[in-house]
């Protein structure tokens, strides 16, 4: 079973960085995949601009949803469905730790509808307390089961 959607070989050099492309996909669904551990690895930045919709469910190995590098890849994004990830910890990946604890930055999700977040019993963050999703065309919000998120750090117009 593979844990990570995209990854390198594992003959290739560990400083390589790496990208892949999906020119086509509007919609990502990834169901009932218990050993999934990311969608894409750390080296790795999936470009995937036409992506409208990402519905993730059942992915318990899952802890950290988007890395922050991913995010400008995903501007004609929609619609975003996480469900019954047990180990979901946060949507979007925190800053490196090496960032200043007083950096604050701001992602724009352009053309967002849609943020639904249920039986995550684990999420504890939409993303680190420094940062800030800015949302002006949210239509719908729903949170449910996620006891321990205690931020939604959306700026709604």
């Known amino acids: 079973m593979q844990e990570i959607i995209a990854s390198l070989d594992s003959d290739a050099s560990s400083s390589d960085k790496f990208t892949f492309t999906f020119p ?91 943020l639904r977040l249920w039986d995550l019993p684990q999420l504890k963050s939409i993303c680190s307390a420094k940062g800030v999703m800015v949302c002006n065309s949210i239509e719908t919000i729903k949170i449910d089961g996620c006891p321990k998120l205690k931020r939604i750090p959306v700026q709604l117009p």
Not at 35 to 43: D, E, F, R, Y
Not at 76 to 90: A, D, G, K
């Open 24 to 114: 086509k996909l509007r919609e990502l669904r990834l169901w009932d995949l218990p050993q999934l551990k990311s969608i894409c690895s750390a080296k790795g930045v999936m470009v995937c601009n036409s992506i409208e919709t990402i519905e993730i469910g059942g992915c318990s190995g899952i802890r950290k949803l988007f890395p922050l590098e991913l995010l400008q890849a995903l501007q004609n994004l929609e619609v975003i469905t996480v469900f019954s990830c047990h180990q979901m910890q946060e949507i979007i990946a925190s800053l490196d730790s090496d960032a200043s604890s007083s950096d604050k930055f701001t992602f724009t999700f352009p053309k967002l509808r849609e």
